[in-house]
């Protein structure tokens, strides 16, 4: 059983009991991050950190994301456009039907499609021009 008091004044209760999903993404992360440290492992994989966050911590999970990437590699599964574009490199998982069967696939996305899929992050359905404004200079900061 993992204990933890998430606010300052707080007594140590059950992790399952209390933390919410945001929590959890934001625990796990510190977890992996100093296990990473504390052993000699090269890649370390996310898989939607981001669940239960948004906006201003998500933009903080990406600069933490960010930072141990300096010295591991990262493979991070987002939806998040603030963790998305902190990445060096980006993939996109497509899924296509083929002879009625579904298949997927993973492309690596030139700069180009970087910003066209931040910005898809960020505006939906329909990019806009804003939106592409916005994910150059969200990858370009």
């Given at each position: 059983?993992?204990l933890?008091?998430?606010?300052?004044?707080?007594?140590?209760?059950?992790?399952?009991?209390?933390?919410?999903?945001?929590?959890?993404?934001?625990?796990?992360?510190?977890?992996k991050?100093?296990?990473?440290?504390?052993?000699?492992?090269?890649s370390?994989?996310?898989?939607?950190?981001?669940?239960?966050?948004?906006?201003?911590?998500?933009?903080?999970?990406?600069?933490k994301?960010?930072?141990?990437?300096?010295?591991?590699?990262?493979?991070?599964?987002?939806?998040?456009?603030?963790?998305?574009?902190?990445?060096?490199?980006?993939?996109?998982?497509?899924?296509?039907?083929?002879?009625?069967?579904?298949?997927?696939?993973?492309?690596?996305?030139?700069?180009?499609?970087?910003?066209?899929e931040?910005?898809?992050?960020?505006?939906?359905?329909?990019?806009?021009?804003?939106?592409?404004?916005?994910?150059?200079?969200?990858?370009?900061?």
């Amino acid at each position: 059983e993992f204990l933890l008091a998430p606010n300052v004044g707080e007594e140590l209760k059950p992790l399952a009991k209390i933390a919410s999903g945001g929590e959890l993404s934001r625990i796990m992360l510190a977890l992996k991050s100093i296990l990473a440290r504390s052993a000699s492992v090269e890649s370390v994989i996310f898989d939607e950190v981001d669940a239960g966050i948004g906006g201003a911590t998500a933009e903080v999970v990406g600069e933490k994301l960010e930072a141990l990437a300096r010295f591991h590699q990262i493979l991070c599964i987002t939806h998040l456009p603030q963790i998305a574009s902190k990445a060096h490199t980006h993939y996109q998982v497509r899924k296509s039907v083929v002879d009625g069967r579904t298949e997927s696939s993973i492309l690596e996305l030139d700069e180009k499609e970087r910003i066209e899929e931040i910005a898809r992050l960020l505006a939906g359905r329909k990019v806009t021009p804003q939106a592409l404004a916005h994910a150059r200079e969200m990858i370009n900061v």
